[in-house]
């Protein structure tokens, strides 16, 4: 029943695996029932690819005809969705028309054709909020997943209407969502050279799409600035930040009053990372104490191309991101429908979780037009996106972080405490084993909790710049799982209070 459906995700998806060879692994844990044929290797390893990190690609990339008449024209406009927006709170909630709500297109100055799709909105407290700009993973998936079913103003009903999002974090924030890298979500290129395919690009990109946000919205200019985002963006956001920070320094553009950077479930330092996937099973109960002796095993050859890799660059890393994905599937292979965002869940459907709302939303044509995307089609994740970085994947990012920490900005790495595939664990010992100069002290700082409702939603540890808060109850998507939890810690952190036990 199971391979079924993995069978005809295989064939939606063939060319996705095109450069994959079946799983190389060479020692299959003893589950003889999963693992019995190579067409169910080649499943796992399908499923793996498609789901990574997020959702399911539903179209390709967002790389459309030259000359395309109806490209959307660029702009930014005020818009209005043209949904009722109510639900539970409606007579608390303010009416859309008070707030700055806008989506637009910015060119992108170092590609020969590709245009970022972005969300900005207004805080619903103040202007003079920190402005927050969020990212989500993939490689490839929209921000738009994490506006709609995690941090954004609204959520969105059965029948497609919305609701104001109560713990939305435009409640604090002056909050950007954009879609990147090129080819993600409503931004779109008519070359196919603009496709980004390491940090280098996606971080000009980011850092040019702020240029023009500012120089557009000057009144924001001056206020504090934080990058967030989860998952791949582990990546991206500390490019990003050490891409805003070098731009300050030379005064390349307008200041950015880049004030920190928060990470949640990311992937930033795959070596360490890597290792932990094992130790996370064995401690969760997912798998018995020989699976955990053989993953070792294939975790020191994991260990070593993922050096290789961040040495040599290029081939290695396609390698070392093979070599080490089969740690992940063996793991998988046991656990059969259990999701890998929240090892407490099983899979609903072949998505794990359902986001089709959002898409059917965002795909309806009142919608777009009110978006002005034209003949864009939303892609919620795009799987050429996500092969376009896959020499990126292996590399260490946690490089970049000290210099900034060691400057004085703020970086938070949380993580929901029940998420398998950028778990908490290996979070903790990346940001524990950190070369810097508080890297002691941080070491032995107390660990406490973290109090909501006067009740504990985490554990945290604080030295100086660096704060680290796993979170309970929680899995890969910490504000859709703990809503309340997630606002008060973004707001506790950029008001530099979160690291030490404050009450409510
Ligand atoms: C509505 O808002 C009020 C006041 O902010 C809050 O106490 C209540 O829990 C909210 N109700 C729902 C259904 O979200
Ligand atoms: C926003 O904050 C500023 C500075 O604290 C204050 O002067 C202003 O009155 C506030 N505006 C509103 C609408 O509360
Ligand atoms: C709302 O804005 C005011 C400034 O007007 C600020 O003092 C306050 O902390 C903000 N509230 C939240 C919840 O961020
Ligand atoms: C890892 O690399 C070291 C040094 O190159 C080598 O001695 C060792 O055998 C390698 N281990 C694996 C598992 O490939
Ligand atoms: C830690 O960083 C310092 C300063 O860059 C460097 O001198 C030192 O060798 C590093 N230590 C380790 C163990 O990598």
């Known amino acids: 029943m199971e391979s079924k459906t993995f069978s005809l995700i295989f064939l939606l998806f063939i060319f996705i695996l095109s450069h994959f060879s079946v799983l190389t692994s060479k020692r299959i844990l003893n589950n003889p029932s999963v693992l019995s044929s190579s067409a169910s290797l080649w499943s796992l390893s399908a499923e793996r690819l498609i789901k990574s990190f997020n959702l399911m690609p539903k179209l390709d990339v967002n790389v ?49 054709s590709a245009k970022m799709f972005y969300f900005f909105f207004e805080s619903r407290n103040n202007s003079t909020d920190p402005v927050v700009i969020w990212l989500s993973g993939g490689p490839g998936c929209s921000s738009s997943v994490a506006l709609f079913n995690e941090n954004g103003p609204f959520t969105i009903s059965e029948d497609l209407s919305l609701s104001w999002n109560d713990f939305g974090w435009d409640k604090v924030s002056n909050l950007i969502y954009v879609d990147q890298p090129v080819g993600t979500g409503f931004s779109y290129t008519s070359d196919s050279s603009d496709l980004r395919h390491n940090e280098a690009g996606v971080s000009n990109d980011l850092y040019d799409f702020l240029q023009a946000f500012f120089k557009e919205h000057p009144k924001f200019a001056k206020n504090d600035f934080y990058i967030t985002g989860e998952s791949y963006a582990g ?10 920070h070098t731009g300050n320094k030379k005064k390349e553009g307008i200041p950015i009053n880049l004030k920190g950077f928060a990470i949640g479930n990311g992937l930033t330092n795959p070596e360490i990372q890597y290792g932990a996937y094992g130790d996370y099973a064995l401690q969760m109960k997912l798998i018995s104490k020989s699976d955990h ?8 050859e994991c260990q070593n191309s993922t050096k290789t890799c961040n040495l040599k660059g290029g ?13 992940f599937n063996q793991i998988m292979a046991k656990l059969e429908n259990t999701n890998y965002y929240d090892v407490r869940k099983k899979c609903v459907g072949r998505l794990c979780y359902d986001f089709s709302k959002m898409e059917t939303f965002l795909n309806k044509e009142n919608v777009r037009k009110a978006l002005g995307v034209g003949d864009i089609k939303f892609v919620s994740c795009s799987s050429t996106v996500y092969n376009a970085m896959m020499e990126d ?20 790495v949380y993580a929901g405490e029940y998420d398998l595939i950028c778990n908490w664990l290996g979070n903790s010992r990346w940001v524990n084993q950190m070369n810097w100069s508080g890297q002691k002290d941080f070491g032995s700082a107390k660990e406490v909790p973290f109090l909501v409702d006067g009740k504990e939603a985490g554990l945290m540890k ?14 890969h998507m910490v504000p859709m799982d703990q809503p309340k ?15 030490t036990p404050i009450g409510q």
């Open 315 to 327: 081939l290695t890393c396609d390698s070392a991101y093979e070599v080490c994905t089969s740690i």
């Open 64 to 112: 459309i005809a030259k000359g395309n008449p109806d490209a959307p024209r660029l702009f930014e406009s005020q818009f209005d969705f043209p949904a009722r927006i109510g639900g539970g709170n409606v007579s608390h909630g303010p009416s859309v028309q008070e707030f700055g709500h806008y989506a637009g297109y910015y060119s992108l100055p170092r590609s020969k």
């Open 462 to 475: 604080n030295h100086g710049s660096l704060t680290f808060l796993k979170v309970h109850d929680a899995g």
């Open 393 to 412: 994947w292996m590399l260490n990012l946690e490089v970049k972080i000290p210099a900034l920490v060691e400057d004085g900005i703020n970086l938070l």
């Open 235 to 244: 990546h991206y956001i500390p490019a990003f930040a050490s891409r805003v």
């Open 293 to 300: 002796e053989s993953l070792k095993q294939d975790y020191a």
């Open 485 to 499: 939890a997630s606002l008060q810690m973004l707001q506790n952190w950029m008001q530099g209070k979160l690291g």
